[in-house]
Structure formats: C-alpha cells, structure tokens
C-alpha cells in the first residue's frame, strides 16, 4: 500500500471554512451538493421498475421472492446512474449509484447527478467524512431514529474538480478500492481456513483422541461415529444436572441495578473465549437467590439454548462474583468433574458433531430453541481422565497458535480498511492528487 504522505499534493489549498471538508485545492469549485444533484420524487409501483434495495454494498436488486406491493404510488422512481441514500441513522452507509432503472421504498432519498461523474459522486457521497457529514445534518429523537431529508441534504458544502479530474479520481479509486478488496478478500479466506483447522483439530481430539493408531470402536451414535476402543459414550443426563431460568419471574427493566454483588450474564457476555465478567449487568441480592438452582459456580459450563446463537458455549472460571444467567442460558453442573472435565465436555459442545445436531434443531423451527429434554438426551464421548487432560491441554496449545494467527490477520485486516477509508476520503477532497501516471501503474 501507498504511503499517503508520499502521493502528490496540489500546488494550492484554501481553507473551505467547512469541518469535514478542511483545506481544498484552489482549482476546485466549491459548492453545495444541491448544485450538482437534482432530487428525483416521481412516484412507481414495484410492478413496473424492478425493487431495488439500498445497502451498504450499494444499491442491488431486491431478492426474487421478495413480495410486490401491488401498489402504484409507494415507491421511488431510480434510473440507472442515479445516487440513492437511505435518510435513516439506522441504515448509516446505505447508498450508491444504481447500475439499473427500478424503484425504492420513500425512506430513500434518490439524486440525479448534473455536472458532476456518476462514479466520482459515489466515491464522494460514500465517503466515511461524507457520511458523518450527512447524518451530523439531520434531525431526530433519538440516535436510531434520526433521520436526513433532502432539504437538509442538499445545503452541504462540497468541493468538486473539473469533470476530467472526476473521472480520473474515479477511476483510480475504483481500481484502488479494487485492489483493496481483494487483499481484505484473501486475508479473509485464511482466517476462516484457520478457524476450520481449528474446528478440525477440536473435532479430532475430542472423538478420536491425540493417538492416531488407537484401536477404534462403532460409538454407537451416528452423529459421533467412531471413537477409541477403550473409550464409553454417555449421555448429558447421566454426567450432568441441568437447569435453565423458567422466564424472569416478573423482573422489569428498571429492576436491573446499577451496582451490586450480584451478577447475570447474558449470550454477549459468553460468547468469547473467556466469559467477560466484566461487562456483566448487575440485580438485586432478592433477584439472585430466588433462583438457586442456576447460581454459577467455577466448573459450570454455560450453553446458549435460543436465538440465532444457540449452541454457544463457555466454562466459568475464576468467578468474581456470585453470578446467575439470563433465560437464553442452560447451566451445565457436572456430577463429577474427575468423570468428566467442564473444558473437555466445552470443546466437544464446540465440535463439529454436536454443532451439526444444534444445527439441525435450530434449522427446523421459526425461534431457534434447545428444550433441557434435547440436552439432556444428547450424547458424549467418555475418555478417561487422563487422556481428557491431555486432550485440552492439546487443544488449548493449538488454539493459542492459531487464534493468534487469526488476530494478527484481524488486525491486518483493520489497517487495510483505514487505509481505504483515508484514500477514499483524502482523494474526494483533494488532500492528494491523482494524476494520470498513478491511474495507469
């Protein structure tokens, strides 16, 4: 990557006298966007121009089986090269120009370009200042609901370059941003081949074991297959109690407290490699005994058993303080942590055996949900405990090595975006020049 301080620079900058824009080359007009932009507000039904849908990878068309509205004066005329952004705060970064005539909902605000590139107004409206911009401009209640209409819209100062420029900015940003893309793409892609070999390794270890030339044996459970000879099988409600919250017993939101010794957790809390403690809500000492039977205790292991993160899973150690679970949450309490290790029957939660049942319940019904009856019925391999030792520490020493690959390649990934936000936004204010040399290399 080009380091931006080393790209050419304009000969001459003023000062816009605008915030987001900052200094701007001399050559440039500024303006504002309603000089370049006409709003188009004729009014289609979806039967006549195909729905499109505004996204944040740009305006696409809408899903085949989407339903039509039938209705002749819902929806926003679109033709093709023109920008469309979604005026709502909770749709931030929803825009693009359209590559195709069609028809979007009226919460979009949908411009027709004069005087300025099609491409060169994407890039510049895209921006991450522009966006800030856009929505600093708007008006609402409350942040989810802030809104930008167009009469707000089109006061914006920007600073546009001849039309030659435009298109040369442009298409070094399409060809950069290209370029861009690809590497993210590719760093991508072996993060999740890291994250398979560490599925692999888990699965390996927890129904085989570290010994590749151990004698094998049919466990008996499809789902699990073949696992050493001198190992058992068992099923949860024979290793373990489990216990889940029936509800919350009447507790409202404005019971939740401030501070208190006593914790709840919720999926956000457990859904990383360690149980965040820290990040935990807090209720009232009535509120945590009510429920005995899921007071946490280190050895626990914690299943999410609703919503779309059902099969989650985590051991709780070092406790900090007296904590109980929310009602997504099943308390697993083994009977006898010498039978079975709480990290040994984590990681086998974690395989790809027991994540593809998970899955196959959570696929088969509207809200994802495992009754205790599912867990109670599921099965486990039983190695002895020897060998369940070895098996964790064996897992944990390659997750380390490859969860630390995968952080480098995460961070690699931040720094590539930056750097793309930044070229973005240093190309469509002027802060580097584009010259033809640098479109053609």
């Known amino acids: 990557m080009e380091r931006l301080a080393l790209m050419p620079k304009y000969d001459d900058y003023v000062d816009s006298g605008v915030e987001w824009l900052g200094r701007v080359p001399a050559s440039w007009e500024l303006t504002r966007l309603g000089t370049r932009f006409n709003e188009r507000r004729s009014k289609v039904s979806d039967i006549d121009y195909p729905a499109l849908s505004v996204t944040k990878k740009g305006v696409l068309p809408q ?15 679109v033709k093709e090269g023109d920008f469309v952004i979604n005026s709502r705060s909770d749709r931030k970064g929803s825009s693009g120009v359209s590559d195709r005539d069609g028809s979007v909902s009226l919460i979009n605000i949908v411009l027709k370009p004069k005087g300025i590139h099609p491409k060169f107004s994407e890039h510049l409206l895209k921006s991450h200042a522009f966006i800030e ?50 590497a993210i793409a590719i760093k991508e892609q072996q993060i999740s081949l890291l ?51 029936l509800g919350w017993k009447g507790l ?41 039977e899921i007071m946490l205790e280190n050895g626990d292991v914690l299943l999410v058993k609703d919503g779309s993160t059902l099969g989650i899973s985590n051991v709780v150690e070092d406790l900090p303080m007296k904590c109980t679970v929310n009602s997504s949450i099943a308390v697993l309490k083994l009977f006898n942590t010498e039978e079975v290790k709480p990290k040994y029957l984590d990681y086998f939660i974690k395989s790809e055996s027991l994540q593809r049942i998970i899955s ?31 098996i964790i520490e064996h897992v944990k020493m390659v997750e380390e090595s490859l ?10 990934i931040e720094n590539i975006k930056e750097y793309k936000t930044t070229l973005i936004n240093s190309a469509v204010t002027g802060k580097i020049k584009i010259t033809p040399e640098m479109v053609e290399q």
Do not use: C
Not at 63 to 77: M, S
Not at 203 to 232: C, F, R, Y
Not at 361 to 388: A, C, R, T, Y
């Open 63 to 77: 899903l085949d089986n989407a339903a039509k509205t039938k209705d002749g004066d819902n929806r926003k005329l």
């Open 133 to 182: 911009e856009y929505y600093r401009v708007g008006r609402g209640i409350v942040a989810d609901l802030w809104t930008t209409r167009y009469d707000e819209m089109r006061t914006i100062a920007i600073s546009v370059p001849s039309l030659e420029e435009q298109t040369r900015i442009a298409n070094f940003l399409d060809k950069k941003t290209t370029q861009i893309d690809e």
């Open 360 to 390: 196959i319940m959570k696929d088969g019904m509207g809200v994802p949900h495992l009754f205790q009856s599912d867990i109670k019925n599921f099965v486990h391999p039983l190695p002895p405990i020897g060998e369940q030792l070895e």
């Open 252 to 292: 409202k939101a404005h019971e939740y407290v401030e501070e208190s010794d006593f914790g709840f957790l919720s999926t956000p809390n457990i859904k990383h490699k360690r149980i965040k403690y820290e990040d935990a809500y807090f209720i009232t000492e009535r509120r945590y005994f009510e429920s005995p």
């Open 403 to 412: 969860d630390s690959v995968v952080l480098d390649l995460e961070k690699q």
């Open 195 to 245: 994250k398979e070999r560490k599925q692999i390794i888990i699965q390996q270890a927890v129904t085989q074991g570290l010994d590749p030339n151990v004698p094998m044996k049919e466990s008996g459970v499809d789902w699990i297959g073949k696992i050493p000879a001198h190992w058992d099988t068992l099923k949860f409600k024979y290793s373990m109690r489990i216990k889940a919250r």
